[in-house]
């Protein structure tokens, strides 16, 4: 029996920053991390990703931010979309446009956002009905990162320790309302290099070689429980002291990983550099960086604190924006329409 056209299904996920980083699988194939992760959903920012599937597809179409999709991106949302048609029953092929509202390549977590939209569109548009908890557990599969976009607020992906990943999924410890003083600072730096290393293959050197890794993994359980609750009590000097001793925890297994990974800019490492300062010259922790695989930094602070910090940080070379956003609702529907996606 033929299958019947469906519907174009729409759907939003914002980024998320990692206070507590996702580095290094058990599991390569379901993406089962060693250690747990926690981080901020981000408002302002979304991926918007549109799926239809179409039994007049004669192969999947890919579209990322205006362009057709082409090697490693083309082939990551395949596979993903075989997922989801193993779900629903369906062997239709599927087009998909996704577009991001803030810069892509640019190392700010658009893995994260636009996997976790891709969950969302294209098992509604499969006519599935999946649980966050199932879609967070699917999107897991794309990015890891992005098991945590399908929350929003503070959240935490739980590594779990059953083989098949029933357990390994994301859930919202608190809301974004919880916190709405704390800022994040991203700085966008110039030049960042785009990334050469996928971040499956460059965890998974770390894991092989780091001298350091065995280390990182005792201690994370331990900061995670602390950063857990100094956002409960919003501890800022608390939670902005406990992110940079994660932040330098991951910098420093990257760094030793052989062959090293190198992911920050000149520019990068002064923002690190200018905040320690600012802090020392406070005498209390007003701000903690933090940075993902990439050269951009993000500093959080609190809304209090925020004129100060930046025009502390406005002098320094190599800055080409600064983004300012707080913590955000997750993932959400927008809309199916009948027909092609417009
Ligand atoms: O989800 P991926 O495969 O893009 O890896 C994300 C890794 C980090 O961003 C560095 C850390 C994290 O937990 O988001």
Known sequence: MASRPRPTVTYDAPPNIALVKYWGVRDEELRLPYNSSFSVTLDRLRSRTAVRFDPELREDEVELNGTAAVGGPRDGVVRFLDRVRELAGTSDHASVRSENNFPTASGL??????????????????????????????????????????????????????????????????????????????????GAPVKEVRSNDAMQATVRTSPDYRARLAEVPRRLRAIRAAVGARRADRLFSLVMEECDSFRLVCETTVPSLDYLTATSRAILAEVRELNRAAGRTLAGYTHDAGAHVHVFTLARDLAAVRRRLAGIEGVERTLVVRPGPGGRFVRATSGRAS
């Open 109 to 190: 977590a658009s893995s994260a956002s636009g996997f976790a939209a891709l969950a969302g569109a294209a098992t509604r548009a499969a006519g599935l009905a999946l649980s966050d908890r199932d879609l967070s557990r699917l999107a897991r599969r794309g990015s890891g990162s992005a098991s945590r976009s399908v929350f929003g607020g503070f959240v935490e992906w739980r590594a779990g320790v059953r083989p098949d990943g029933f357990d390994s999924y994301a859930r919202s410890v608190y809301p974004a309302r919880h916190w709405p003083s704390l800022v994040d600072l991203v700085l966008l730096v110039r």
